[in-house]
Every structure is written in structure tokens, then in C-alpha cells.
């Protein structure tokens, strides 16, 4: 059963009887007792384990167990009972042939790196491996993070089915939801889950064993978690309950972990799994094109399709909007009778316009080649009834390619086509948000008889393995979002990727023979690329992190072992960010400036702060959460607070690639959203709430005709979205419940619309928290030029900023507003906008403002740190008494 790539040892038989079973259990116990009476240090017992292995280094990140050493033997064998399907299929995967020298590392080191490319078996064998050695046991899981919550659920998935075990073993826990039973003994779980896990029991000692999955992808959460098991795992060898760390990662960039005494003081060993990875012709562009790089798409596949022998093409793109636009491209360019190969089923899918526009095409290019399709019955397709663009949640059933095929007047004349070319094109979309149902038919052979093409987004380049891929065709650019370290403002940027992700698409069409990489963009471009990505950690505001932290009692974050540490600048602006809401306590400003200026960094959490790091949300949704205890208001917070975080509630009706009938129903739609968006604001004091009472309005709708997804449909909403509202309006409502006993909430999907003196509370709970997110309308006297019109100015910003279009509130231009974000496009834009009155400010954000001269009537004294403000005298403009659960005030 064990293999190993070493002739001297031998594989193990597994032990028989469960007497022998229970001795060698108490052996392991034994001996790892042993273990702890030297001092716990980060990476002890490291150095001695390696011993003559050569130290993992920039370019040698290999070791692999020492040839002179006796065989490891598994002290306890956990029997599988898989079945020989099963078995012959991880037979296959390159890392079974490591297996022995994993679990030797494992078992003589405390922290183990392990890299291997994609697909190599990582994900879904280690566990397995760790499991079948006794790794797991009644009160002991072994526990697995990913950065996506995609691979979390579908990875238990696959593991449960290949162990043949039930979800009760083999379980998962994402942010809404999981399975985990007590029997769970292999636990996924995205790292945010776990860094929760870690605030309630900081030990993890309800793990033997924890595996760090996709370390390469260096999520933020990922990054924080390999920093703070650096020291777990010390403190639990010092309790005499040894843990175990495994950071699994393809094969990038593994020095920020191996290169960094910080983190590791003492060098773990770095296990490389070999993948069989065929050689890759890479075939660079003479020129590279700057703009339509999807177009560019569509003629090389085009013509790989029709020039070059049988294989799988994997197309990277960089959205969804235009993955859905190139397959929708490249079905219409091989239209194809489904029933003609996978039997039944409508070929759905197809426009008037795109048809005239083919024609057209035709006409204007004389060097193509007729394709072998009867173009007048081209009209008879059915016209697609739904949108495609709406990815995840259209049918994007198989439609399979033509039998035809296209020349695009590249130059090759008929006498170039290869007999493949009369190839059927087996198209799929593959991203992120899509569907896991839809995800998962890229694993499933294509039709017989056709060429499969995905189009992809850069999921493909190392979650998912793609089986049969030859050729890649990569645009060599990505959409990322891009933060301002210091004020948060987003914008989405399609930039060009670094060389390891290009090198990383490369691969992925070498996975079962040889095959070939074209790029889209020339080698001197190349050149200029990033070597790797920056981790994320740099690379976005860091508030929340920070807060979670300081919960952990982590006050000095600049001293946190990171393995890549964020910018000064962004743990500055966070801690600032943080004191202003009330989460940290103020640093004193008294003292020597240096003093001053290092007391601002290590502020430690206030009580109000500890309330905030228990709700899975940002903290400024954290605070409002907090303060929402009155006037029946939680449940109404709650909802505008999952809104807000899940994003994206409302369709956005993308116009590229329309037919004219196609626009005008999108226009229809579009009309429909706004009129209802309307209705939504409601009258008066709620129409102040803005954009929060739109989407407070739209979820209340929506359960009220009881969340369909033809109500979703019909006006305009995200299905998907509404449905993950809900989720996490449990989740929270659960959340508030445990903070405030008392609070006795349960959600009511069916709740009533807030009252008007209750919307009004809301938007001063709103301005509690998204108070540094202020904004004041530039009036007419202060107009420098055109270019103010209209704008806004915040404390942040020296720019005019705007309130977007798409607001309710765009016309009616507010004095004062507060905004969810803003994002630039055109301009500046505030998103998610709300009302406020001036006269609240002083009293709910007293570190914004400047008083010229003495108040006549100064606020009543507010607490910063509890957001409690004493009332001394009754006041007009102070008709909130906040309340906080669980929190002594005065
Ligand atoms: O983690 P790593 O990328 O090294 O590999 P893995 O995710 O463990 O996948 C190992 C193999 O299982 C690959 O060849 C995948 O294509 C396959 N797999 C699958 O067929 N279906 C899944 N749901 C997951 C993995
Ligand atoms: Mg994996």
C-alpha cells in the first residue's frame, strides 16, 4: 500500500488486529512525549530532524528523507475501504510516491512544507495519508483551510467519496454553513473560519494536525494563520500536546516561508512532489495587442481548433463577463447540433443579430473559408430567452461545438486544414462564482468525438486541474482589485500577470503530454512582467485584520512574525481607523513624540472592540451591529449590514455583446429595477436612508413574495445574493444572540418595514459607523471649478468625489452624506450613500470635527470607546440612547 521512492524501505503491511493497533497508539504517545522536554521555541526540533537534509533554500527547496535512515513505520494503520476505482486513480497522482517521505517529515517535525504543482494530489491525499496514521482521533480532527470557500465544500466532497466515509467524518465549515459533526475527523474549512476558531480556543486544541492549503495564493487570512500556528505549535509542544503543521503550496515562492527566522527560526523541511509535467513549447506573439486581447482569443483558437491535433484548450481570460462573451463567440463560430453527439436537449442559444453580424463578417472578409453550415438555417435555432451574462446562475448547458469549421483570413488557406478541423468544439465557462455543479463538468470527459475548450478565468490557474489540456492560450492579463493603502478607495484594474502566474498557466497544458502555451503579448513584455504577485496582505486596507489581532491580544501587530509583513502606512491608517470607531483604546498624547508614535501603533482593544471581533463583518458593520440594541433596530442593522458585505445585490446589466433586441429588453429590465428601486426608498425620513433603505427595502420584498428566484428575476436582484443575505442574516442574528443573551432575536425573514423615527435611528447608527466615511456636499460659494459641480469632499480625499448614478440619492444631493466605497472609474464615486444630519456629527464623531470657537450648547459627552453618549440635559438633536450588550457603562 505505501510507496515510496526509496528501494530500502519497504512497504509497510498494515497492522491486523486492534490489539496491535492499541499498543502501537500508546508507542506514538510515547514518543511524542519524549518530544517536549526540550524548551518550545518556534520550529524546535526542526534542526536535528533534518539533520544531514539539505537546507531549503532560494532554488533548492528540496529535501528528501535521508537514505541512511531506518524506514519510517506508521506506528497505527487507520484501514480505508476504497474502492479499487478509487485506488487505481490515486495510483496515478504523483504525491502517492511521496508518501512515505510525508509522513516520515511529518512524523519527526513539527512544521513541514509541502509543494507540488496543481493536480499533483495534495489537496485530497495528504489528509487521507494523515488520517490512515492515526492522525485523527475522537477529541483530535485533522484540520484543512482554503482560501476559497469553492474548494473548502467540493474538497470534502471528494475526499469523503474517495475515503468512502459520510459527511460526518469527513465535514466542512465555510462562513454560512458546514457539516461538522462529532465525528468529523477531517475537517475543511476556509482560513477565516479557523482564525475564528482561534479566538475562542487560542491552543486549536481540538486539532492534531492542521494543513494550510494553498499557501502560494498568500491570502491575507492564509498569511495571518502561518504566523500564528508559528507560534501555537511551540506552545502546544510546551503543553505537552504536540500539533502539527503542514503548509501545502504549488511551486511558488516558497522562501518567504523557508528564508525567514522570524517565522521560522529554525528551517522546516520542504518536501517537492514531482509532478510527471511533459515539456511545454511556449509561443510567444510578435506583437501584442492592445486592447482586444479577447478577440485575439477567439482567432488563436480558432485556429488551433482547426490546424492542430486533438487535445483540450484552456483559454485565460480575465472576467466573467468576458469568459461568458468568448464562449458565447466560439458556439456561434461552431455551431453544432447537440443531439447529434450527447443526444436530446435544446441547443439553446443564439441571436438574429449575431447571425447578421456573421454575415456581415463574411461578406467584408473575402480570405475566409465558407464554413460548412447552411447559414439560412441558422435562423431556425432558437433565440436564448435568458441572459447569459448572468453566469452563475444561467443554464449554460452543454452546448457543444460544430462540425464545422472557421477560417479567419489569418492567411492559411483551405489546403492548411488538418482532418481535426471537422472536429466538433465542446465549450465551457469556468470561474469562480460559477455554480459548483456547472464547475465540475470540466473534470467529466468532453462528448465523444469533440474538443473540449474552456474558457476560463485565472481559477484555472492553480485551484482546479483540468484533465486533458494541450494547449493554452493565455491573454497574459488578470482583473484585480486595487486599494488605496490609506483611504480604501477601490477600482478594478486589468493589469498584465507576473512571470509565475504565465509560468503557472504554461503548465497547466502539460499535464498529460506534451503541449503548448501560446501567449498572447511578445517575450520582451514578458520581460517586464512582476516576477510573483504581491500576497494580498500588501495589498488591500488591513482594518479588519488588525482588529481580529488586537482580539487576539496581539497589541504590537508591527512585531507580528508576517511573512510578509503589510505596509507601515496600511497598519497605520487601520489603527486610526480603529480608534475613531471606539474599537481601540486612544494612545496617550502625552509623552516624548517617539513614545506617542509607538503607543499609536500598539493600541490595545477597548471593550466595544472585543463585541466588534465576534461578528464575521468589517468593522465598521461590527460597530453598527454594537449600537443597534434599541428601538427594536437590530433586526433592520442586521439586514443592511449582510447587504452591504455580500455585495452586489442588484443585477448589472452589461451591454457588451447585445443584440438590439437584446438591449431593448435589457432596457425594459433596467427600467423595471430603477422603478422598483424607487419604491423601495419609501417616502420621507426612510428616503434619507439612501441607498441602505433601497437595499433594506429589496431584501424585505423579496421575502415578503417569499425569495423566489422569479421575484429575483422580475426586479432585478441577484438570486445568489439574496440568498446569501439570508444566510448571513442568520448567521448574525446568532451572532447578537451569543454577545447579548438577553437579546432573545430570532430572524424573521417577513419583517415589517422600519418605522420612521426607526429610519431615522438608522441612519445615526449608520454614521457611527461608517463615520470616517464622511462626506460633505462642496457648495456653491467654494466652487474652485467645473470639475467641483456637484461633488463632494471627504476627510481623505483632496479630490471631488461623486454620488454614483446609480443612487437614489444622486439628484437629491444631501449636505451631508456617509458611503459604503468608493471606486473609481471615470471618477470618484460613492457607492452605498446615505443622509445624515450635520448637528449629529459632533456628538457621534467627535474626532472629526474642529470646533472654532466654544460651543453655546456643547454635545453631551460621548464615549468613544462604549458609544455611549450621556445625555445631561434632554437635546433635539440627541434622541438616541445607545445601549451596548454586555458592556458595564455608568
Ligand atoms: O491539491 P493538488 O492541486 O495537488 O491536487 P488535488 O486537488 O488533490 O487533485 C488531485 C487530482 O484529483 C487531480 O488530478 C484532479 O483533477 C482530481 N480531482 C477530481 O477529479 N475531482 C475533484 N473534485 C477534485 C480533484
Ligand atoms: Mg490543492
Known amino acids: 500500500r505505501r510507496h515510496s521512492s526509496d528501494s530500502e524501505s519497504e512497504p509497510e503491511e498494515p497492522s491486523s488486529s486492534e490489539e496491535e493497533m492499541e499498543e502501537q497508539k500508546q508507542e506514538t504517545a510515547q514518543s511524542s512525549a519524549s518530544d517536549l522536554n526540550s524548551a518550545a521555541k518556534p520550529g524546535e526540533g526542526v534542526e536535528e530532524a533534518a539533520g544531514n537534509q539539505k537546507p531549503a533554500g532560494p532554488g533548492a527547496p528540496v529535501c528528501r528523507a535521508a537514505s541512511s535512515k531506518a524506514p519510517h513505520k ?21 504525491i502517492l510516491a511521496e508518501e512515505q517521505v510525508i509522513m516520515e517529515a511529518i512524523s519527526e517535525n513539527p512544521i513541514v512544507i509541502i509543494c507540488g504543482e496543481t493536480g499533483s494530489g495534495k489537496t485530497t491525499q495528504v489528509p487521507q495519508f494523515l488520517y490512515e496514521a492515526g492522525y485523527a482521533s475522537s477529541n483530535c480532527a485533522i484540520g484543512i483551510t482554503e482560501p476559497r470557500r469553492v474548494a473548502a465544500v467540493s474538497m470534502s466532497q471528494r475526499v469523503a467519496k474517495e475515503m468512502n466515509l459520510s459527511h460526518r467524518v469527513v465535514s466542512y465549515q465555510i462562513r454560512y454553513e458546514g457539516n461538522v459533526t462529532d465525528e468529523t475527523r477531517i475537517k475543511f474549512m476556509t482560513d477565516g473560519v479557523l482564525l475564528k476558531e482561534i479566538q475562542k480556543d487560542f491552543m486549536l486544541s481540538k486539532y492534531k494536525v492542521i494543513i494550510i492549503d494553498e499557501a502560494h495564493e498568500r491570502s491575507m487570512y492564509t498569511d495571518i494563520l502561518i504566523g500564528l500556528l508559528s507560534r501555537i505549535v511551540p506552545l502546544r509542544k510546551k503543553k505537552g500536546l504536540p500539533l502539527k503543521l503542514i503548509v501545502m503550496s504549488a511551486t511558488l515562492r516558497v522562501e518567504d516561508f523557508t528564508d525567514n527566522k522570524r517565522l521560522f527560526p529554525v528551517t522546516p ?12 513549447t511556449v509561443h510567444f506573439n510578435k506583437k501584442t495587442p492592445l486592447d482586444d486581447y479577447s478577440g485575439e482569443c477567439f482567432r488563436k483558437v480558432c485556429k488551433i481548433h482547426r490546424m492542430l491535433p486533438s487535445g483540450g484548450i484552456l483559454v485565460f481570460l480575465t472576467g466573467q ?12 463560430a461552431f455551431p453544432f447540433h447537440k443531439n447529434t453527439t450527447t443526444g436530446g436537449g435544446d441547443d439553446k442559444e443564439d441571436s438574429v443579430e449575431e447571425i447578421r453580424r456573421f454575415k456581415k463578417s463574411r461578406k467584408r472578409k473575402k480570405v475566409m473559408t465558407l464554413p460548412k453550415i447552411d447559414l439560412d438555417n441558422y435562423s431556425v435555432v432558437p433565440v436564448d430567452e435568458g441572459d447569459e451574462d448572468r453566469d452563475a446562475e444561467t443554464d449554460d448547458d452543454d452546448i457543444a461545438g460544430s462540425d464545422t469549421d472557421l477560417d479567419l483570413g489569418d492567411g492559411h488557406s483551405e489546403e492548411d486544414e488538418k482532418p481535426d478541423s471537422s472536429l466538433p468544439l465542446y465549450v465551457l465557462p469556468l470561474y469562480s462564482l460559477l455554480a459548483p455543479e456547472k464547475q465540475a463538468k470540466v473534470f467529466r470527459a468532453p462528448p465523444p468525438g469533440t474538443r473540449l475548450c474552456v474558457v476560463a478565468t485565472n481559477v484555472a490557474e492553480t485551484s482546479l486541474t483540468i484533465p486533458g489540456i494541450k494547449y493554452v492560450v493565455d491573454c497574459g492579463k488578470v482583473k484585480k482589485r486595487f486599494y ?33 502555451c501560446y501567449r498572447l503579448y511578445s517575450s520582451a513584455v514578458f520581460m517586464d512582467f512582476e516576477k510573483f504577485s504581491p500576497p494580498e496582505i500588501t495589498n488591500r486596507p488591513v482594518e479588519d485584520l488588525i482588529l481580529q489581532m488586537k482580539a487576539l491580544n496581539i497589541e504590537k501587530v508591527v512585531n507580528f512574525p508576517f511573512p510578509t509583513p503589510p505596509p507601515a502606512e496600511a497598519l497605520a491608517a487601520a489603527e486610526e481607523v480603529l480608534v475613531a470607531l471606539g474599537a481601540l483604546k486612544e494612545p496617550p498624547k502625552t509623552g516624548r513624540l517617539k513614545q506617542q508614535l509607538a503607543a499609536k501603533l500598539s493600541c490595545p482593544i477597548s471593550p466595544l472592540g472585543r463585541i466588534m471581533a465576534t461578528f464575521p463583518v468589517a468593522p465598521r458593520y461590527a460597530k453598527m451591529l454594537a449600537l443597534s440594541r434599541q428601538h427594536d433596530c437590530l433586526p433592520y442593522t442586521i439586514t443592511i449590514v449582510a447587504a452591504m458585505t455580500v455585495r452586489e445585490l442588484f443585477e448589472e446589466f452589461d451591454r457588451r455583446v447585445m443584440s438590439e433586441e437584446e438591449t431593448a429588453k435589457l432596457k425594459e429590465k433596467k427600467g423595471r429595477l430603477l422603478q422598483m428601486q424607487k419604491i423601495w426608498a419609501g417616502q420621507g425620513p426612510m428616503q434619507k436612508l439612501g441607498d441602505l433603505m433601497v437595499m433594506l427595502g429589496a431584501v424585505g420584498a423579496c421575502e415578503y413574495a417569499g425569495c423566489t428566484r422569479k421575484f429575483c428575476e422580475e426586479n432585478g436582484l441577484r438570486y445568489k445574493a439574496v440568498l446569501e443575505i439570508r ?54 460659494e467654494e466652487l474652485l471649478d467645473d470639475k467641483w459641480k456637484n461633488a463632494y469632499k471627504t476627510a481623505l480625499l483632496d479630490d471631488p468625489v461623486f454620488i454614483h448614478p446609480s443612487s437614489v440619492l444622486f439628484k437629491q444631493l444631501p449636505e451631508f452624506v456617509v458611503y459604503q466605497e468608493i471606486i473609481e472609474t471615470t471618477k470618484l464615486y460613492m457607492k452605498g450613500v446615505s443622509a445624515v444630519e450635520p448637528e449629529w456629527i459632533p456628538a457621534l464623531l467627535p474626532p472629526y470635527c474642529h470646533f472654532g470657537k466654544p460651543l453655546e450648547n456643547p454635545p453631551p459627552s460621548y464615549c468613544p470607546e462604549t458609544g455611549r453618549i450621556r445625555c445631561h440635559r434632554p437635546s433635539v438633536f440627541y434622541r438616541v440612547s445607545w445601549q451596548l450588550p454586555a458592556v458595564e457603562v455608568d
Not at 506508521?74 to 504523483?94: M, N, S, W, Y
Not at 520542504?270 to 510527471?276: H, K, N, S, T, Y
Not at 463577463?321 to 463567440?329: G, I, K, N, T, W
Open 727 to 780: 444566510r448571513l442574516r442568520g448567521q448574525l442574528t446568532t451572532a447578537v444572540n451569543s454577545v447579548c443573551s438577553d437579546a432573545g432575536l430570532y430572524v424573521d425573514p417577513k419583517m415589517k418595514p422600519p418605522t420612521e423615527a426607526q429610519a431615522t435611528y438608522l441612519r445615526q447608527i449608520v454614521l457611527a459607523g461608517l463615520g470616517d466615511h464622511l462626506a460633505r456636499r462642496v457648495q456653491a
Open 74 to 94: 506508521p506506528a497505527v494503520f487507520v484501514p480505508v475501504d476504497r474502492t479499487p476505482e478509487v485506488q487505481e486513480a490515486r495510483l496515478k497522482l504523483p
Open 321 to 332: 463577463a468576458e469568459v461568458h462573451s468568448l464562449c458565447r463567440r466560439l458556439r456561434k
Open 484 to 516: 488605496d493603502k490609506i483611504t480604501g478607495v477601490s477600482s478594478f484594474r486589468v493589469t498584465w500577470i507576473s512571470q509565475a502566474s504565465a509560468n503557472q498557466r504554461a503548465g497547466r497544458a502539460g499535464r498529460t503530454e506534451p503541449g503548448h
Open 269 to 280: 523541511p520542504v518536501i517537492q512532489v514531482d509532478a510527471r509535467q511533459f515539456p511545454v
